[in-house]
């Protein structure tokens, strides 16, 4: 039985604490003993919180338990609203949007939604929340730990690979047809007939393939090739895959100020074969979210076939985008990322492969190259476009320069004739209506944005309205309380949603410090290399904002959440904006 909520079972108290007890007595961060404390951060309630029964937490009414008395769990919910920690507020938001709290009394401003006798109270015109698109069922969640789910279309096309031949058109947009046919091999798993090389298919004439089965309708009509769905994004403002910072809330935010085209953060595909669900809550895709695609980062052509194969029969996506502009060591040294730019066979398996068992456009992401002063791009952007990529977006950096100089447009501008008549996407250092209209004038079919969206997400607005948005202390609050809002709505309002919108939220503000007001600036615009220093703001709010401490940052989260848990610690992922 999986308790969700405030408080785990006894024993798991007993071994948590002893852990904490038991830590290295430098807890500084980056010293022994902070990776102890840090996971043991969640625990934010006092210990007498008792854990609760899940059947009676969260019913509407005091609902009888399934397990009877072999539950080994607190029913009596009086005593645990006793115990539980006070709300963190009047007004649950939840209640308000939907009319129903599915956390109960769990929930950490429960008193909003809870009867007289502990009961969960549901407003008459409670609407259902609307579906997540894009969840992992749990059915199929076995078969992949069981390893029993099978990729025929994605087998056929590495059998194709590995033997050299050029791989022919999408198994979905082609029609099968008797040997001798010109015919791409490969169905799916449901599909009645089959395409397997048979004992004697050496013997067979190029290009053909043994069948079995009946001929079904399914078979016959099949999309051609050049009926095979097109991403029309020209023009378009495309909202990058940030890592951490780019979660469904924050794209919800980026959505309302402008954002045109969308991205699901980094998954590793290994850990979306094995059903991770921490994995698979990377492809969530909100409803607002009208173009949107998700980004897939692999080492290996099987793999990325497969999990390719996989996103297509069970998610809802416009396009599926290759990550090959990850510089990170724990990426690169695995072959992934960056790394393949300089595996010219292994990238090609893996784009051709991918773009067989897809139904929608393939895109990829890449840099300029590994080492500085030896650029790949314009090499790879021909190959890419044979390969079947139907777009490539470059970030103007080598994996060596990381962030520390500016993104070099001028190569981006050649690299756009090499890549002709596929387009091609530039990304780095935009920051302001001037800086895109300089990066559009190099021909680029449109750009990507990234952390100049982290620093000022109100950016899609100024661009489209060519203007500099001098937005107030007071704006930039309500921005941070809308994503509190869409926050505890994506993951919940008991303990830890809370604490989970709490962490994301301080990721986001690690950036959000760095925007400087236009009022304040002695020219415009602000550029992203540039690191302000001190200043005070025009009002107490302004320069909270503005300061590079964590322990403002946690000040202004208790602002929007509450007062933090006991010992609680925070180091942003990125390390570069932590100062005490």
């Known amino acids: ?160 690979l590995s033997r050299d031949r050029v791989p022919g058109p999408s198994p979905a947009a082609a029609v099968p047809k ?52 097109k991403l029309d994004i020209h023009g378009k403002l495309y909202l990058a895959p940030l890592t951490t910072c780019g979660n469904l809330p924050f794209r919800r935010i980026c959505k309302r100020f402008g954002a045109d085209v969308t991205c699901g953060e980094m998954a590793v595909c290994t850990n979306l074969l094995q059903g991770q669900t921490s994995e698979w809550a990377l492809l969530r895709r909100h409803q607002c979210e009208d173009v949107f695609g998700v980004q897939l980062e692999g080492a290996f052509p099987d793999t990325m076939a497969k ?124 920051l302001s209506y001037e800086d895109a209209n300089r990066a559009m004038q190099t021909g680029v079919a449109g750009i990507m944005i990234a952390r100049g969206a982290l620093l000022k997400p109100w950016l899609f607005t100024e661009i489209k309205e060519q203007r500099h948005w001098d937005i107030s202390s007071s704006e930039r609050l309500a921005i941070l309380q809308d994503f509190t809002r869409y926050g505890l709505e994506h993951w919940g309002s008991d303990t830890q949603g809370v604490e989970k919108t709490r962490r994301f939220l301080l990721e986001w503000l690690s950036f959000l410090c760095r925007y400087v007001p236009v009022g304040l600036l002695e020219r415009l615009p602000q550029r992203i290399n540039e690191r302000p220093p001190y200043y005070l703001g025009r009002n107490y709010l302004e320069t909270l904002m503005a300061s590079q401490k964590a322990a403002d940052w946690i000040r202004i989260s208790e602002m929007l959440l509450g007062p933090v848990p006991p010992n609680f610690v925070f180091l942003p992922k990125h390390k570069a904006n932590a100062y005490k």
């Not at 308000?96 to 549901?122: I, K, M």
């Not at 395409?195 to 069948?211: E, F, K, Y």
């Not at 139904?359 to 890449?366: E, R």
């Open 1 to 160: 039985m999986t308790i969700i909520g405030s408080a785990p079972p006894w024993s798991s108290w007993t071994n948590r604490l002893d852990d904490v007890t038991r830590a290295p007595k430098d807890t500084r961060p980056g010293g022994e003993g902070f990776e102890v404390l840090r996971r043991a951060a969640w625990l934010s309630q006092p210990l007498p919180v008792l854990p609760r029964c899940l059947f009676v937490s969260t019913q509407e009414s005091a609902a009888k338990c399934l397990f009877g008395d072999r539950c080994r769990f607190l029913h009596d919910v009086g005593r645990y609203l006793e115990t539980k920690p006070s709300d963190l507020g009047p007004r649950c938001v939840l209640f308000e949007t939907f009319g129903r709290c599915p956390y109960g009394v769990t929930c950490r401003f429960a008193g909003a939604h809870l009867g007289p006798d502990g009961q969960n109270l549901v407003r008459e015109e409670w609407v259902q929340a609307p579906p997540v698109r894009n969840g992992l069922d749990k059915a199929l969640q076995q078969l992949l730990r069981k390893r029993k789910v099978r990729f025929e279309r994605a087998e056929q096309a590495l059998r194709q």
């Open 178 to 229: 008797v040997t001798g046919a010109e015919s791409a091999p490969g169905q799916d798993s449901g599909d009645t007939q089959q395409a397997l090389p048979g004992p004697d298919a050496g013997a067979l004439p190029s290009g053909s393939v043994w069948t079995r089965g009946p001929l079904t309708d399914e078979d016959v009509v099949r999309l051609r090739p050049c009926e095979k769905r």
């Open 307 to 430: 999990c390719a194969e996989l996103l297509n029969r069970t998610i809802e996506v416009d396009f599926v985008d290759i990550n090959v502009g990850c510089p990170i060591d724990l990426v690169y040294k695995k072959g992934g990322g960056c790394a393949l730019m300089n595996r010219a066979a292994k990238f090609q398996q893996i784009v051709r492969g991918m773009n067989q068992v897809l139904d929608v456009p393939l895109t990829v992401k890449i840099r300029t190259g590994v080492q500085e002063r030896v650029n790949l791009a314009h090499r790879l952007l021909p190959e890419l476009r044979d390969w079947g990529a139907a777009l490539v977006t470059l970030h103007g950096r080598s994996r060596e320069q990381r962030y520390t100089k500016l993104a070099d447009w001028q190569y981006i501008e050649q690299c756009v004739t090499a890549a002709s008549p596929m387009p091609l996407f530039g990304n780095g250092d935009i």
